[in-house]
């Protein structure tokens, strides 16, 4: 403002006269007038004004140099064939390194896109679009075209999977289950724990079932092991069952239509009192509802009713004949111990999987029960032989069972080591849920303050 002023009046200040003053040029009688150009006030004024400028004139040009070179990276000089090429950044992009052929190619990708794509393990170095991360267990032909299932060619009709661990002993039993499952476009797995698969080939259906064999192994060692979410994932319902199920009130159809409409993840049919052998009062089959989800009980120890809110008065279904949704059998499986083959004290716990509410998502469907025969089937009898060797040779694989000549004074009855075994999976199971429920820190007990609840109500 000071300047606009000076230079309307025509009037050059004597700072910037002095400025373009010759050395030497001012002579002994100017001398008084040079030195009072500091002393004056309009000169210390004009000197302060430049200095002001001159500062805010470098501090724009250093700042705006900083801002553009983040912006704009100086070009490099890239050397191909004996040729310089200039190749310029482009800003905001990641350029990670890939070796092909020992040279180095520069790859450029969107930071923001491609930070936030969720890669499964091991596939980083494959594109998104050819990663098949499901499966299923339809077989597939050799050759010619595939035969589209009845499933297939009806969208509305979901697919399920039925998979039962069997024996050769228990084969009609078996049969009578997988024809009704056959039914109803399911497909079937069998688990042979007795290794016996030959002797199934004459029925009509066998060719058309998934067979696996492994000798003395439980459904919970094939499951865990063959079951995993990913290659059951097109399956809406998984049943897990047992042999010994008398299926003569059974419909699947209808099981699977009631357990929709209920809103039920975890399930199980009901088992009919009067011709089942019956070990939890909650699986025994109500004739006045179509799905009971507590029972009731008012005497003795660990009182139930309708105040409780834990297994086993509510929630919770026995492991003979589970039932669970797509969802549910995600979380169960990672909860099944690899080495607990028997799955005991599992389910306590499955209630975790029940995908919200547990007393409203698990349930046992009345209108559609089951017997419980109760047949004694792994560690059935076997030899004193086959006892022996396996009680030496650890480190061998288990023995089959003898059916043989043997007589039956050589028998011998292994139940009561496989339900000794059985008790030792459950402690060491609830072990391991206890320590991984404290050292966990970030996970959070939904039922808690239910269970403390239970327990002080069982005292």
């Known amino acids: 403002m000071l300047l606009s002023h000076v230079c309307a009046r025509q009037y050059i200040p004597p700072c910037i006269s002095a400025l373009f003053l010759k050395p030497g040029s001012l002579s002994s009688s100017n001398t008084n007038t040079a030195v009072s150009l500091t002393s004056d006030p309009k000169t210390r004024s004009c000197f302060w004004s430049l200095f002001v400028t001159a500062a805010l004139i470098c501090g724009v ?42 040279t180095k190619i520069m790859q450029e990708k969107e930071p923001d896109k ?23 267990l339809e077989m597939r032909p050799l050759w010619g075209p595939v035969a589209k299932s009845v499933c297939k060619n009806n969208p509305e009709r979901s697919v399920n999977l039925l998979a039962i661990a069997v024996g050769i002993k228990q084969r009609e ?13 399911f497909v079937v797995m069998l688990f042979h724990y007795d290794g016996v698969v030959d002797e199934w080939r004459d029925l009509g259906w066998s060719t058309h079932v998934i067979h696996v064999s492994a000798i003395n192994q439980t459904k919970w060692w094939f499951a865990k092991r063959f079951l995993h979410p990913d290659i059951v994932h097109e399956y809406d319902y998984i049943f897990l069952w047992d042999e ?3 299926v003569e009130n059974f419909d699947p159809g209808r099981y699977l239509s009631i357990v929709k409409d209920e809103g039920l993840e975890i399930s199980q049919p009901a088992l009919d009192p009067a011709k089942s052998e019956v070990h939890h009062q909650i699986t025994a089959r109500s004739k006045r509802s ?14 139930c009713d309708n105040n409780s809110t834990a297994p086993p008065c509510v929630g919770w279904v026995e492991m003979m004949a589970p039932v669970f949704s797509r969802a549910a059998w995600r979380c169960a499986w990672y909860m099944v111990q690899n080495d607990l083959i028997h799955a005991w004290g599992l389910d306590m716990q499955l209630g975790y999987c029940a995908q919200g509410d547990r ?14 025969m109760g047949l004694p089937t792994l560690g059935g009898s076997e030899t004193k032989k086959a ?8 480190r061998t694989q288990p023995q089959s069972t ?42 959070v007990d939904p039922y808690q303050q239910q269970q403390q609840h239970t327990d002080q109500r069982s005292r």
Request: charged share 30%; glycine share 6%.
């Open 114 to 136: 491609c930070k936030n794509q969720c890669r499964a393990i091991g596939s980083e170095a494959l594109p998104e679009g050819i990663l098949a991360k499901t499966s299923n």
């Open 402 to 443: 003898d059916n043989g000549a043997s007589s039956a004074s050589n028998n011998v009855d292994n139940r009561p080591e496989v339900r000794r075994q059985s008790y030792n999976e459950m402690r060491t199971f609830r072990d391991r849920w206890k320590r991984a429920a404290e050292e966990d820190k970030c996970w």
């Open 387 to 394: 006892t022996r060797e396996r009680s030496t040779c650890t």
């Open 290 to 303: 179509r799905v009971h989800r507590r029972f009731y009980k008012s005497r003795g120890n660990g009182r």
């Open 244 to 246: 010994d199920l008398g």
């Open 61 to 102: 040009y250093v700042f705006g140099t900083v801002f553009l070179a983040q912006d704009y990276s100086m070009p490099q000089s890239l050397e191909g064939n004996g040729t310089k090429i200039m190749q310029e950044k482009k800003p905001d992009l990641q350029r990670p390194e890939v070796e092909v052929n020992g």
């Open 173 to 185: 039993v078996v049969k009578e289950i997988v024809e009704k499952f056959l039914a109803h476009d």
């Open 359 to 372: 007393t409203k998502n698990v349930g046992v469907v009345d209108s559609e029960y089951l017997v419980h």
